[in-house]
C-alpha cells in the first residue's frame, strides 16, 4: 500500500479537496493507497512516510529533502491532470500497487 500526500499552502483547502480526489484517483484506478493532506509547514512530519507527494510547482521548493516521488501539477483541480501524472508514477516507481 502506498502513502500520499496532498500539500498546499495552508493545509485546509485545497490540499483537502485534493486529497478527496486522489482518493478516488486510486479507488477508480485499482492504486492501494492512503492519502493524507497537509500544509507544506506540516510536510516534514508526514514524509517519512510517504512514498509520492502531489503538490503545486510553488510549493516544491518549499518541501524539505525526501525520498517519496514529487508530482507537481499546475492544476491541482484538474481531475485528468492529476489522474494522468499519478497513475504514470506509480506505473513508474512503484507498479506492483496499481492492479
Not at 483547502?13 to 493532506?37: P, R
Not at 512514498?51 to 510553488?58: A, F, M, R, W
Request: with cysteine.
Amino acid at each position: 500500500m502506498l502513502n500520499l500526500l496532498c500539500v498546499c499552502h495552508n493545509g485546509m483547502g485545497t490540499s483537502m479537496l485534493l486529497k478527496i480526489n486522489v482518493t478516488n484517483i486510486c479507488n477508480e484506478n485499482g492504486i492501494s493507497a492512503t492519502v493524507e493532506a497537509c500544509a507544506h509547514g506540516e510536510a516534514m512530519s508526514f514524509l517519512m512516510n510517504t512514498d509520492i507527494v502531489l503538490t503545486s510547482p510553488e510549493i516544491v521548493e518549499f518541501l524539505p529533502a525526501t525520498d517519496a516521488k514529487i508530482i507537481a501539477t499546475t492544476n491541482l483541480m484538474d481531475k485528468a491532470e492529476v489522474t494522468r501524472l499519478l497513475v504514470d508514477a506509480v506505473k513508474e516507481h512503484f507498479p506492483d500497487e496499481i492492479a
